[in-house]
């Protein structure tokens, strides 16, 4: 019975009246190297992970300019993970570097 339940709050249902599984979540990568993030737009969906992976050899952050989201310092060879909750453009930047700039669009 509860296999069965879970299986049907995994389904949703397509414009044709077909079921279909839920989409899974995907995970993302925004690599810091050179006082740049690459890539510098990138486009999500909501639930999916972003994760900004710092190979430079100073400390940055990944601010968003709205308040969204403080990854505060990611120092060097570490990592921060961010879930997206919700729909929007989210413009970015490093507090310690403010010509580091990105946008994370979220659709």
């Known amino acids: 019975m509860r296999t069965a339940l879970l ?3 995994t389904l949703t249902l397509n414009a044709s009246g077909s079921f279909l599984p839920a989409a899974a979540s995907k995970t993302h990568t925004v690599t810091i190297d050179a006082t740049r993030y690459t890539p510098s737009s990138l486009t ?3 639930g999916d992970t972003v994760i900004w992976q710092n190979k430079d050899i100073l400390v940055h952050t990944a601010t968003s300019t709205v308040g969204a989201f403080d990854s505060k310092d990611i120092k060097p060879g570490a990592s921060w993970k961010y879930i997206v909750p919700k729909k929007g453009l989210f413009e970015y930047y490093c507090t310690l570097h403010p010509a580091m ?3 994370l669009r979220v659709r």
């Open 7 to 9: 299986a049907v709050l």
């Open 44 to 46: 999500v969906a909501p």
């Open 101 to 103: 700039k990105a946008s």
